[in-house]
């Protein structure tokens, strides 16, 4: 009997020792598929190539397709498409043509504007697009919206100002922009938005639905450069409050509208960024008595340092 007792313990051991044995080998090849993927994607993008967007300028549609759909299956992230990224190459072009328009209108023509929405957050977080982000936000001063229509509406052929009266909500797109079925403008296209002075100290969205969203203007000017891919675009001096009205940043939200089509898509989905950390690049950063420290990091690799003064 003590002999087919210690038996059975022996074989429910060894039973359990495999099974833990099974388990550690499979997270080790998920950890050593993850760092295949890195590796190889550091032979493609040299560290002064980095972009947020996985440098589109060396053409990596494979990569996109591929390496990231692969990093995100073997992780398990539950509705693993609507994390992958949102924009060809073409398109990425052409809506870095149209911000790079009118980053350079703003500025010949003293025109206010800073980045807001998904804009900004990508800016804060990814210094350039949310990777499963698919549009531009900006937002502009309302007393100003006489002279940006007149502006921006007399830049054709090339670029076209949609601006309805009485919609707070204009769009700018290129010539080489896509159809939408049933709608007058094109995508890809850079949403402005309109914020309002409240009073000597505090703006608001102009939008009636987001009006009770106020901002202290010294948490907004003096405007700061932030990186955005390869530019330097306006944002808020203090971009991590002006956040927190929207965002949680240290959640990663899939898109539910698909502005290619103008349609709602599946429900958003929300994981921990940091279940994305070895598939897209983050900031991280850390905070000096006279800037802050932003380093655009891939799992362990840095990509690109940037020192930002504190201006608030």
Not at 285 to 307: P, Q
């Amino acid at each position: 009997m003590r002999i087919r007792h210690f038996t059975i313990k022996l074989i429910f051991s060894i039973i359990v020792v495999y099974a833990l044995g099974i388990l550690i080998l499979y997270r080790r090849k998920k950890l050593e598929a993850i760092r295949i993927c890195e590796l190889r994607n550091r032979e493609m993008f040299p560290k002064d190539k980095w972009g947020t967007s996985l440098n589109r300028p060396l053409g990596t549609k494979a990569y996109r397709a591929n390496d990231i759909h692969n990093k995100l299956t073997v992780l398990d992230i539950p509705n693993a498409d609507q994390f992958l990224p949102a924009i060809e190459d073409h398109n990425y072009y052409i809506m870095m043509n149209i911000l790079r328009k009118f980053v350079d209108v703003c500025q010949n023509n003293s025109l206010d504007y800073f980045m807001c929405g998904g804009t900004l957050l990508g800016a804060y977080r990814h210094h350039g697009f949310i990777p499963w982000d698919d549009d531009l936000d900006v937002m502009m001063n309302v007393s100003q919206m006489p002279q940006i229509k007149a502006i921006f509406g007399s830049l054709g052929p090339d670029y076209v100002l949609q601006a309805p009266n009485g919609i707070l909500q204009w769009k700018l797109f290129s010539k080489n922009s896509c159809n939408i079925m049933s709608k007058d403008f094109k995508w890809p296209y850079l949403d402005i938005f309109f914020y309002e002075e409240l009073n000597k100290t505090h703006i608001r969205d102009s939008i009636v639905y987001y009006a009770k969203e106020v901002f202290h203007k010294s948490k907004v000017w003096p405007l700061q450069k932030r990186k955005f891919e390869n530019m330097e675009i306006n944002a808020p001096c203090d971009t991590a409050t002006f956040l927190d009205t929207h965002y949680d940043v240290s959640l990663c939200m899939s898109k539910d509208y698909n502005h290619a089509k103008e349609v709602f898509t599946n429900k958003a989905t929300a994981i921990s960024c940091d279940v994305l950390h070895h598939i897209y690049p983050f900031v991280k950063r850390a905070k000096y008595n006279d800037h802050v420290k932003e380093s655009l990091m891939l799992g362990n690799i840095t990509l690109e340092i940037v020192n930002l003064p504190k201006t608030c």
